[in-house]
């Protein structure tokens, strides 16, 4: 029998069985579903980590020289704690240094940043992030502004009192008049408002738009840290990936001298990059696919059974038409694939439905919840690919008892 003959007949089985072929299909329908769904949320998951968390704190083909880790995602012991805490700040003075030993084309940055009360006189003050930055920290950042203007390099080098406000501040601080050209109040000091910066969106309910930027010599830079020449990290983006290992282990180099350790001593200062800022999610993250795609995986058994089931029914209900096609020079391998691909076909039916399912699931999830959820292709792929494995593994001993009927015995049969 041709194959889409065969599919046309178990799609007319389907139309004219219609509540017999949904409840048959409900068990691969159910498990598609979850796995669909169950998936889109540790995708979206895994995609708001890059792109919203770690993608915002640290810039593409970039990585941080820092005293200690940044971002830490996941379990970090008292001991690796305590010996952060024993490891000395990176300094002013290592910043020069470690920028003569960057390859060429190379963009560096220093920055020192905390929290800190912000006020102007059309609002009471607000807490926000303050960061004093130096070198190409906003081409690195790839941030601009909506309004007004950036630093000047002559603003940089001089240290003066210009910043660059988040929206979400704007907004607070200067609710009723336009803020370029007014002052906020830091620490005591005035500083001129020259331009607004573009919002950074946000992650896990923390905005990233409450934030002012100053050039790091400026009065604020005193503020941020209790050690004076102390800073926060140095930032070095390379032009292409395949240069970080290489500007990486440079800066390495400087520092480890710097800090005289011997080849056998560790760092004691940290470069972290996205991946590295990752790594801990990216294990968890391979083990909650592996659990999205085996918990279903009961569902599926069910529907398998329940479509060998209904399978091993309809061989014995249709015993009679089975002789007539043997009778007629239907062969063996005839019967047995006709039985396969409806067996197929109304699993592939159930998979559709669950993949339908699944993504309203997903889609309902992210309106009603700060979960993020993506319904990534490859799973709906996997679904159908599911849906007509079920199907064939189902069908297998059906079919091989359909077509070793003996057509007289069958014809027999009423």
């Not at 009723?176 to 309910?205: C, P």
């Not at 100053?214 to 604020?220: D, I, L, T």
């Not at 999610?281 to 059974?305: D, M």
Request: charged letters at 20%.
């Amino acid at each position: 029998m041709p194959f889409f003959e065969a599919v046309r007949l178990a799609l007319a089985t389907i139309r004219v069985q219609k509540l017999k072929s949904f409840f048959t299909a409900l068990g691969v329908c159910i498990g598609v579903m979850f796995l669909i769904a169950v998936v889109s949320i540790v995708d979206g998951m895994g995609r708001y980590m890059e792109e919203d968390l770690v993608g915002k704190l640290i810039a593409v083909n970039s990585f941080e020289l820092r005293h200690r880790p940044n971002i830490n995602i996941g379990d970090v012991d008292d001991a690796t704690w305590r010996e952060y805490a024993r490891r000395g700040r990176i300094l002013e003075s290592d910043v020069q240094p470690v920028v003569d030993a960057l390859p060429a084309g190379t963009r560096w940055s220093m920055y020192s940043e905390a929290s800190l009360m912000v006020e102007s006189q059309y609002s009471r003050p607000r807490r926000a992030q303050i960061t004093a930055v130096g070198g190409e920290y906003f081409e690195i950042k790839r941030l601009d502004v909506t309004a007004g203007r950036l630093f000047t390099p002559g603003e940089i080098s001089q240290g003066s009192s210009v910043v660059v406000i988040g929206p979400d501040l704007m907004k607070r601080l200067f609710p009723t008049v336009d803020a370029l050209g007014r002052q906020v109040k830091i620490g005591g000091k005035f500083y001129t408002v020259v331009g607004i910066g573009e919002s950074q969106g946000s992650a896990f309910g923390m905005s990233f738009d409450n934030y002012v930027y100053a050039p790091f010599r400026s009065p604020v830079h005193r503020l941020l840290n209790a050690q004076s020449n102390a800073i926060d990290a140095v930032v070095v983006q390379t032009e292409a990936a395949e240069a970080l290992v290489e500007a990486q282990e440079s800066v390495r180099a400087v520092m480890r001298g710097r800090h005289q350790l011997r080849p056998s001593q560790k760092d004691d200062f940290s470069l972290q990059t996205a991946d590295t800022a990752l790594e801990f999610w990216n294990k968890i993250r391979g083990y909650l696919v592996l659990a999205g795609v085996a918990l279903p995986a009961f569902g599926l058994v069910v529907g398998a059974i329940v479509i060998m089931n209904i399978m091993l029914v309809a061989v014995a209900e249709r015993t009679h038409e089975i002789g007539i096609r043997k009778a007629l020079g239907a062969k063996r391998r005839d019967i047995m694939i006709q039985f396969l691909i409806e067996a197929s076909t109304l699993s592939t039916f159930g998979a559709a439905l669950g993949i339908a399912a699944g993504a309203g699931l997903a889609l309902l999830i992210r309106e009603v919840s700060p979960m993020p959820t993506y319904v990534a292709p490859w799973s709906i792929g996997v679904g159908v690919l599911i849906g007509a494995g079920v199907g064939i593994l189902s069908g297998v001993y059906p079919a091989s008892r359909a077509s070793l009927l003996d057509p007289v015995v069958a014809l027999r049969q009423e």
